[in-house]
């Protein structure tokens, strides 16, 4: 499942797991999130928060290399959500500077989304952390963080976020031309409506069904083609590969995934216990495509089972895991289970699982051509309970496995 971080605190959202991270809301951020300081505690007026570094878990959608004022303040990125943008959706921007110089006195920072021409169709200024992080009091060589959240404009091409400081009617200086739009503003990222492309799995029928005892060894397995799973918030390499594959026949779906894994885990042996909150592989299925009723099925490496089904995107979970899926499962690991005292090869994982019994299936059997929306999804300790990787198939650009509108599309030939 999904879990968001906000920056630097886990937070727990309705019982799911994600390991990304996100600077924390203002007031007036979309999601209901509270903002939370580090221990969680909220800053007090006028108190300047800073970092470091920025966490490894965030991950910048749009990486910033210029600087102002002769390299006294440097712009290092800002990362844009949700990953697909819609109009009259809110967009929240979270920019990330630091001062390696003593910054000057008296500037106010500014934020535009401007149209390729230049003209300004958003002016999203304000008081850096309101009103709590006027320039000059930026420490030397720490990180100083802001958000904007504001909705998306309904405004045909692609539209850009530009930044500076201003003091009356002046603006300080960029000091790379190829950096700023000519009006020394700092160019950020763009801003379109739609996203990036949703990747396509073509499932084969399979001529045999496999057998279901966690080794791929079956040939319906070296016909089904393999995807190797990527980071579920970027698409970025991953520390661990994970390979995925999926057949079907009149009456299964038939899931497969191959972990390498240097210490294979886990606590959980009952049903429907949160394995996502430890090491597990999950497949989610939307049938009908209507990015609302869907399905989640998990496996973790002691073969314990997970599964639920969903009316719409993170509905009641209590409600939603009443739903039985009737599906067999099996693992089988290469090495000693919950031993971190040597070093594993892996683990895979076989699931077989009812077609009829999933939610809004358009066809029982799938015809050739029918098309589902899916993700397939590995959670990976990297350290037990600390450093955990998420993975997925179609990248989700948000920390949130339900992410619904970034699921990949499953074609049945």
Request: charge should be negative.
């Amino acid at each position: 499942m999904g879990r968001r971080l906000v920056l630097l605190t886990l937070v727990a959202l309705t019982a799911c797991r994600d390991e990304q991270a996100g600077p924390k809301p203002r007031g007036g951020a979309p999601q209901g999130q509270a903002q939370q300081q580090q221990g969680g505690q909220a800053p007090q007026q006028g108190q300047l928060r800073t970092l470091d570094a920025i966490p490894p878990q965030v991950k910048l959608t749009f990486q910033g290399t210029g600087t102002w004022a002769d390299g006294a303040v440097a712009y290092l990125g800002t990362m844009v959500e949700p990953a697909v943008l819609q109009p009259g959706q809110p967009v929240r921007l979270s920019h990330f500077f630091r001062a390696d110089k003593a910054p000057p006195k008296g500037w106010k920072f500014f934020v535009h989304v401007v149209d390729a021409s230049g003209q300004m169709v958003v002016n999203a200024d304000h008081e850096i952390q309101q009103g709590a992080g006027p320039l000059e009091t930026w420490p030397v060589g720490r990180i100083v963080f802001d958000q904007h959240v504001f909705n998306m404009p309904d405004h045909p091409g692609p539209l850009r976020a530009v930044m500076g400081f201003w003091k009356d009617d002046a603006r300080l200086q960029i000091d790379q031309a190829p950096l700023q739009d000519g009006q020394s503003r700092m160019l950020g990222p763009k801003l379109e409506v739609g996203g990036s492309p949703l990747p396509e799995y073509k499932a084969p029928r399979a001529a045999k069904a496999p057998v279901v005892d966690g080794k791929l060894d079956d040939p319906a397995w070296k016909v089904a083609p393999e995807v190797v799973l990527t980071a579920s918030f970027d698409g970025h390499a991953v520390t661990r590969r994970t390979g995925a594959r999926l057949t079907y026949d009149d009456q299964f779906l038939y899931v497969a995934f191959d972990c390498e894994d240097p210490d294979v885990w886990g606590t959980k042996r009952n049903k429907d216990d949160d394995i996502y909150n430890e090491d597990a592989v999950e497949v989610f299925f939307n049938a009908s495509s209507d990015l609302a009723n869907y399905n989640e099925l998990q496996v973790s490496p002691h073969n314990v089972n997970f599964d639920a089904r969903f009316v719409s995107r993170r509905s009641d979970l209590p409600t939603a895991m009443k739903w039985e899926s009737g599906m067999v499962t099996a693992v089988d690991v290469r090495g000693t289970l919950d031993d971190d005292s040597d070093k594993d090869l892996g683990w895979s994982a076989e699931m077989k699982i009812p077609i009829a019994g999933l939610a809004n299936v358009p066809h029982v059997p799938p015809q050739k051509g029918d098309t589902w929306r899916f993700n397939f999804y590995r959670l990976e300790h990297l350290k037990r309970r600390e450093q955990i990787e998420g993975q997925s198939f179609s990248p989700l650009f948000v920390g949130d496995f339900h992410a619904l509108p970034r699921f990949g599309k499953l074609v049945f030939e």
